[in-house]
């Protein structure tokens, strides 16, 4: 649900809380080299990787964002002068974690709404009546003038009854 524009602000906001200018600049090394390495192991040969290895593509495309939101957070505590990062003085990172939040509601509200919706389609109630032979044939035949279709009105065999299903 979430790209990795998206995940990394919310991990550099909740792991840079309290750091300081030294610390968050290693942070920004460090990204910068893993971004590097996963961008150099992207242009090597092609590995097979096992079940459980992560995509190289998302992976480059996960610490590019990481350092990207790193490099950020740096350019805000020299700009402002702050000793230590504050996600709740970083105005920028709080909107945006408002927005998340508020979408991430969003999609919650949406999922219930589904999730009831699939609750409600597993209590219908579905009928069954056996019919005499030739009531089937005339049901069948008033079927097929109406163009109802085969759920509707269908046999259960060709000898002496059938059955027919209703809507709920």
């Not at 290895?53 to 998302?58: K, L, N």
């Amino acid at each position: 649900m979430w790209s990795a524009d998206n995940v990394a602000p919310a991990a550099v906001r909740r792991q840079g809380e309290g750091l300081s200018v030294a610390q968050v600049s290693d942070k920004v090394a460090e990204a910068e080299r893993r971004e590097r390495e996963t961008r150099q192991q992207l242009d090597s040969p092609a590995v097979d990787h096992g079940p459980y290895d992560s995509d190289p593509h998302e992976l480059a495309e996960q610490w590019g964002a990481w350092h990207a939101e790193w490099r950020r957070n740096a350019a805000l505590m020299d700009d402002q002068g702050w000793p230590v990062y504050s996600p709740e003085r970083d105005v920028k990172g709080s909107t945006w974690a408002r927005e998340r939040d508020a979408q991430r509601e969003g999609a919650l509200v949406r999922r219930a709404a589904w999730q009831k919706e699939r609750q409600g389609a597993r209590d219908e109630l579905k009928a069954q009546v056996w019919l005499p032979a030739d009531v089937s044939r005339w049901l069948r035949a008033i079927a097929a003038r109406t163009a109802l279709s085969r759920s509707r009105s269908s046999p259960n065999s060709p000898t002496s009854s059938a059955w027919t299903t209703t809507a709920p």
